[in-house]
């Protein structure tokens, strides 16, 4: 005889942190929101989020200071998912942080990414991945990126999605600096004032990373929010991860986070160490580009 299958009790997800591999800005909504061109890279850092079966809903970060309301983004995507689905259900929602937090690694979408990918499966609602990201973008403009992830060219607000081949080998050290995080409203805000002389070439990327040319990618690489993040350790940031031999250095997303590209691990891992050495506050990451978005990583 069959066995019974046994509902899902818990499920743990990962949900990987983004790099902005170029940012541009090439216009304004009617909304107010800015018309990026961007390339994203999901990357090694990934928020944990366990989920348990409940009647109500509870969210949870341990150790973290970000504050588990009804504005958290993981709050938001639990609802929106059960709003959708009607189901009569709640869930126990764990969010163990791992990505800094107002960095433009999106770590916020990766925990709205994370409850959207993990609530599908843990109640077997088997919506696709154009249903969540369609709830998806209404959370955030990168949660659809976050549930897809990979290597895309990414355009409208951050919501229209062009997986790419993915980028070349290489490895990154990210440095969020401890002065602080950037609020991304504020960092558009001071773009609208002060515009930008940055405007990288994402087409150029594009072909880039399809030729498989990490020299062309890095020579590509570039953010139009970098000079109105307000992040003002940005400069010396990036100047120093060249000096210990990046081959680029930007900012992601609206910062305050700055990353270098490196073509192996010992030499991301070795310019880490230097500038951890040299900056005890900051958070210094090394991690490679990773395939995928948020995705189901245990059952029980
Ligand atoms: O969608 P998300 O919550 O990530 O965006 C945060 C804020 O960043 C928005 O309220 C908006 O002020 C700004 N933003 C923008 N244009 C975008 C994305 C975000 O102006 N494409």
């Not at 899902?8 to 909504?29: F, H, I, Q, Y």
């Not at 999901?42 to 109500?56: D, H, I, K």
């Not at 960095?103 to 993990?118: F, Q």
Request: with cysteine; aromatic share 6%; proline share 6%.
């Amino acid at each position: 005889m069959p066995r019974p299958v046994l509902p899902l009790r818990e499920v743990t997800v990962l949900a990987p942190a983004k790099l902005n591999l170029s940012l541009d800005v090439t216009g304004r909504m009617p909304n107010g929101y800015h018309a990026l061109d961007m390339v994203m890279q999901t990357v090694g850092l990934y928020e944990r989020l366990v989920l348990r079966r409940s009647a109500g809903l509870h969210l949870r970060l341990p150790g973290s200071r970000v504050f588990a309301g009804e504005n958290n983004t993981a709050w938001k995507a639990a609802v929106s998912f059960l709003r959708y689905t009607g189901l009569l259900a709640g869930a126990d929602i764990t969010v163990y942080k791992e990505v800094p937090v107002r960095a433009g690694m999106a770590g916020g979408s990766a925990d709205a990414a994370g409850v959207l990918a993990g609530l599908n499966e843990l109640y077997g609602a088997r919506l696709s991945m154009s249903e969540l990201c369609a709830l998806g973008a209404q959370l955030g403009a990168d949660v659809p990126f976050a549930l897809l992830g990979g290597t895309c060219r990414v355009s409208g607000v951050g919501d229209v999605l062009k997986p790419l081949p993915p980028c070349p080998a290489c490895w990154f050290c990210i440095v969020m600096p401890a002065g602080g995080g950037v609020s991304t409203p504020e960092a558009f805000a001071r773009y609208d004032t002060l515009g930008s002389s940055l405007h990288p070439d994402c087409a150029a990327q594009e072909a880039a990373i399809r030729a498989g040319d990490l020299a062309g990618l890095c020579a590509a690489a570039g953010n139009a929010l970098e000079e109105c993040s307000g992040a003002s350790e940005t400069p010396a940031l990036k100047a120093r991860l060249r000096q210990l031999g990046a081959a680029a250095s930007l900012m992601t997303g609206s910062g305050a986070a700055v990353y270098g590209v490196f073509e192996t691990e010992a030499a991301a891992r070795a310019a880490a160490e230097t500038l951890s050495r040299e900056k005890p506050e900051a958070q210094v990451f090394c991690a490679p580009p990773v395939r995928g978005g948020a995705r189901v990583a245990g059952r029980r």
